[in-house]
């Protein structure tokens, strides 16, 4: 079973977003912020798929995103966004770090779900 990490510092974001993994078959873990999630990124690798918020403390989304681009083990890692930061650059910053995918909150299932088809992902 393919495992999903979504690091996200609300609480019910996480809750949002693990049910919606389990039911299409992913293992899910979570974190409250960047630094935590490289932590369970390391200690539970293989990692299939991060869903990641933009705005927590103390490591933001776009620096997790650059620390995990940076390591030759977690290049490849897909990784969607998955915040409030709706600004054209700011899709266009993360895009430059290799995110492939992008979700605005407030967020639905169905948006969620193309995302995670689009990357051929399957749980």
């Not at 930061?85 to 770090?97: G, P």
């Not at 492939?100 to 399957?122: C, D, H, S």
Request: charged content about 25%; overall charge negative.
């Amino acid at each position: 079973m393919p495992q999903a990490l979504v690091v996200d510092d609300s609480a019910a974001s996480r809750t949002l977003l693990k049910g919606l993994l389990t039911q299409q078959g992913f293992t899910c873990l979570e974190a409250a912020d960047g630094n935590a999630g490289l932590q369970v990124l390391r200690e539970k690798w293989p990692i299939d798929l991060v869903l990641l918020d933009w705005h927590m403390e103390p490591m933001d989304g776009p620096e997790f995103l650059r620390q995990i681009r940076d390591d030759p083990r977690t290049v490849g890692v897909p990784v969607i966004m998955i915040t409030a930061e709706a600004s054209r650059q700011a899709v266009v910053d993360v895009a430059k770090l290799g995110v492939q995918g992008y979700v605005v909150k407030p967020f639905n299932k169905q948006m969620v779900t193309e995302r995670i088809a689009a990357l051929g992902l399957k749980g």
